[in-house]
């Protein structure tokens, strides 16, 4: 195979690991869904780790606070109440698209969780 061949491959897989990531899907329900390989699309996940970690925005992290500590008063923005339980506190002042970020995030936990 040529170069040429081989960098469309890893533009087509590097394309359909983004498409994946955005989805929210499971890679089971994606790779079904488009007619994949799931040890192909870990084979190939693994092979372009590096590329992808480049193109993430920055991840959001959360430091929890201990138990009956609130935030300071004038802060709290709303509460986002999760179905497993867990609360998040946003503040006033948060970012639109950091809260984007934080909801996928979200979803996450509540699967691993349920």
Known sequence: ??????GER???WRELLTQQRRSGMS???FCRRHDLSAASFYGWRQRLADELRQ?????VSFVPLPIGQAM??????????LPNGVQV?????FDEAALARLL???????ARDA
Do not use: I
Not at 1 to 6: F, S, Y
Not at 104 to 110: G, I, N, T
């Open 1 to 6: 195979m040529g170069r040429g061949a081989r």
């Open 10 to 12: 890893r533009r087509y």
């Open 27 to 29: 890679v089971a329900a």
């Open 55 to 59: 193109d993430e925005p920055a991840q």
């Open 72 to 81: 300071p008063a004038g802060a709290a923005g709303f509460v986002l109440e």
């Open 89 to 93: 506190t946003v503040p006033r002042d």
């Open 104 to 110: 996928p995030l979200a979803r996450a936990v509540e």
